[in-house]
């Protein structure tokens, strides 16, 4: 069963709905601070705020869209857009994974370089970590950043439900 774990062009509309609406929400703030000033309102330029800050956003999520990890028949692999594999280790020589300890996720295996992999959204955090769970049990090495402690709770959770089986 092969599982593949990256952004796609969903999160990408998504940090462009999410810009619009701060840019428009900026723009406008800017617009109505100018008016109540009485200050003449130049609709060029609350134009490009409202578009640079609409495009910066996605701008930052779409190299994400470069890299992905697939996880399968036990081996970890590192991908350049979706085809050309940069980096693989086995499930079972992992010693430690991080989560959102940077950004992203990072692999480290017993025998060779550790896998980097940045940018990905928490919730495909989540779900790489659960799938590695379900792989390997036994594993317990991961160690979470300060912004993945609802990955952490559900990780727990996870662990406790197969404990309890």
Known sequence: MSKEFGNTWKEVRGALIAGLIIGLVIAAAVGGMNYHQGRPLDLKMLMVLFLSIALVIPLFVLPTLLFSIRIEDGIISHWL????????????????????????????????????????????????????MELRPDFDHFVFGPRAAMILKTVKLFQAKQQGS
């Open 81 to 132: 857009c979706r085809r050309r594999k940069l980096a693989e280790g086995r499930v079972e020589d992992l010693t430690k994974v991080e989560i959102a300890v940077g950004s992203g996720a990072k692999f480290y295996f017993a025998s060779q370089k550790p896998i980097s992999f940045m940018g990905a959204d928490l919730m495909i955090l989540q779900a790489m970590c659960l799938h590695i």
